[in-house]
């Protein structure tokens, strides 16, 4: 990637390949990144480096829009000189509220963060983070009824046994099995399942705090964050639907636009895009690697995004993702990722 940008290569080929613009994923954003085994690392990035993308982005005329604005001009289709940057955050972390607000204020840049009611209220939790806590402390993890089981004495034994951890929650277990199975597991290790993540998520106060700046868009993220490939349709739309019903009611205003839990081709497809335009939202937002192109006119529901690892805080990175250069590399070739 530095190569691409230091060679010309992505400031030349941005034209071509960067489109109108790109939606930037983010998640959390702290100074201190706290993975106790490094495994989930890649979720936070430090305010100084959302400063710096926002300072790089302004700087090289790039327009930061919100996601309304992001959506009035894929449909419009109308020429912009200048392209456009959408901000977005997953999850409501409440880091998002006390260290990435204050960055977007300062530089006065609209931002959308993507709510799960579930997560406020505990019903869900952020499970892969509290699998990571529950290998650290223990030496060795069992599923609970005879599933199987593994020894996390080292380091190396612990990442293995997160990763195999994650497979097993994610295809293996169903989706409303995740939160029962983690909060025996985590008995079992003298741990209240979800405790530490839950005060990690913003509560309906910040929320409404956060939400009542112009610049902050809050969007539905689902309620339970169950990954909707593996739901019936019926329940992918009572997600959507009521995902979208809470926020309205705590918050005063219906979210517009949706984001796919884990937003992978494994968690959200066709029909999923068809459900979340038939729920009435503006857009629905993938975690595919991609620039924003014309051609989305026609695929609102299934738009890709450019996320920034907190593993490689280099703005060269960063730039040459938005140019689109890496766009065809990640999606075998195609320039344009739809569902
Ligand atoms: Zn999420």
Request: aromatic share 8%; charged share 20%.
């Amino acid at each position: 990637m530095r190569l691409a940008w230091h060679s010309g290569f992505a400031s030349r080929t941005r034209d071509r390949f960067g489109g109108l613009g790109s939606i930037i994923m983010l998640h959390r954003v702290r100074p201190d990144c706290i993975s106790p085994l490094g495994v989930t690392r890649s979720l936070s990035i430090t305010p100084h480096f959302l400063d710096q993308i926002l300072v790089s982005l302004k700087s090289e005329g790039t327009e930061l829009v919100s996601m309304d604005e992001m959506a009035d001009r894929v449909r419009s289709g109308s020429r912009h000189d200048r392209r456009f940057a959408a901000v977005t955050l997953d999850d409501g972390y409440n880091d998002n509220l006390h260290h990435a607000w204050p960055v977007f204020q300062k530089h006065n840049v609209p931002f959308t963060i993507y709510a799960a009611p579930g997560l406020v209220e505990g019903a869900a939790v952020l499970w892969w983070e509290v699998v990571e806590k529950l290998v650290a402390k223990a030496t060795f993890i069992k599923i609970p009824g005879g599933g199987p089981e593994w020894r996390c004495g080292t380091l190396i034994q612990k990442r293995a046994a997160f990763h195999a951890l994650m497979r097993y929650f994610s295809y293996t277990l169903t989706e409303l099995d995740q939160v029962p199975v983690l909060r025996e597991m985590c008995a079992a290790e003298g741990m209240i399942c979800g405790v530490s993540a839950d005060r990690d998520v913003m509560n309906w106060k910040e929320l409404r705090q956060i939400a009542s700046d112009p610049l902050c868009t809050i969007g539905a993220h689902t309620v339970h964050h169950y990954n909707l490939k593996r739901l019936t349709a019926g329940m992918v739309s009572q997600e959507m639907r009521l995902s979208a019903d809470m926020l309205e009611d705590k918050l005063g205003k219906r979210p517009l636009h949706f984001a796919y839990p884990y937003g992978s081709a494994k968690a959200a497809g066709k029909r999923e895009a068809e459900i979340a335009a038939g729920e009435g939202f503006l857009s629905a937002v993938t975690t595919r690697h991609g620039t924003i192109h014309p051609e989305h006119r026609a695929n609102l529901h299934a738009l890709p995004r450019i996320s920034i690892n907190g593993r490689f805080q280099k703005l060269v990175y960063a730039q040459t993702m938005m140019s689109g250069v890496t766009t065809p590399i990640a999606n075998a070739g195609r320039r344009v990722v739809q569902a």
